[in-house]
């Protein structure tokens, strides 16, 4: 088994999975340093990192770790505290497996193409969507970026979304737009915003809120007028402004010390 290719699918899959990694021992262990188990949310597990009364207390840590969302180091003394006549001391590292970042991207124009190729340096799973084939078709030679020639209302039921879905809109009509964003601010997102001059940013939340669509709440976390102010122009610039944003929020939670903590 291959664990590195199995953490890739469980973060493909969306799957909520801990690495458990043995990152210290002293005296007589079962494995050594390097060795390594992924706990996944069902309790099960891909790999060992010594069997016992050990791997027991592993996997209920790193089920903890899995709902806490942190990394977080533990020390065992295998004879007095798993009745293991190894008799050594073992400290493992346990940190949840971070879900692949899905990002949908309405809208293949300049700023949508810009935005697609620049964050295909970052840590998403990329998907365009316009209903212009020619603007599809301009991307046909980036084979990483999953695109769609679609028609929006009917591909907007079929997306899936949840805490690791970021959306941004930028199509060439402003009802698009809206009802684009309709659907999209009462579904999971960990991000969701919306291009548009102050006007229409104003007249979208006036109309949202006449028709009862969503709460001011909502409309109040809907990044619009989309991007960081860095007084961009250009589509590159628009672009990156965006990519700003996203990083800020992908980053921003559970952030932890790569040194754990010992227990």
């Not at 799957?15 to 099960?44: E, F, N, W, Y």
């Not at 940190?95 to 935005?115: D, N, S, V, W």
């Not at 109309?207 to 991007?227: R, Y």
Request: net charge positive.
């Amino acid at each position: 088994m291959n664990i590195y290719n199995e953490i890739e699918q469980i973060r493909t899959l969306g799957i909520d999975a801990a690495l458990c990694t043995i990152i210290h021992t002293k005296g007589s262990t079962p494995r050594k340093v390097g060795a390594k188990m992924l706990v996944l949310s069902s309790g099960q597990i891909k790999g060992t990192i010594g069997g016992g009364n050990l791997e027991k207390d592993v996997i209920k840590n790193a089920l903890v770790q899995l709902k806490k969302k942190e990394a977080k180091i533990f020390k065992h003394d295998l004879l007095h505290q798993h009745n293991m006549c190894c008799g050594g001391t073992v400290e493992i590292f346990i940190e949840p497996i971070e879900k692949m970042k899905r990002l949908y991207i309405f809208g293949a124009g300049h700023t949508g193409q810009a935005l697609a190729k620049f964050a295909l340096s970052l840590d998403f799973e990329i998907f365009i969507l316009d209903d212009r084939k020619e603007y599809i078709d301009q991307l046909k030679e980036v084979t990483a970026i999953n695109k769609f020639q679609v028609d929006y209302k009917k591909v907007l039921p079929t997306l899936p979304f949840d805490e690791n879905t970021f959306v941004v809109i930028l199509t060439y009509e402003h009802e698009i737009d809206r009802d684009i964003l309709s659907y999209c601010i009462n579904k999971p997102h960990a991000y969701l915003g919306m291009i548009g001059s102050k006007r229409k940013i104003e007249i979208t939340k006036k109309m949202f809120l006449d028709a009862d669509i969503t709460s001011k709440k909502q409309l109040e976390k809907v990044h619009m007028p989309i991007g960081a102010n860095i007084f961009a122009e250009t589509p590159e610039e628009i672009a990156i402004s965006i990519l700003a944003e996203l990083i800020e929020v992908k980053n921003k939670p559970h952030q932890t010390s790569p040194k754990g903590r010992l227990t």
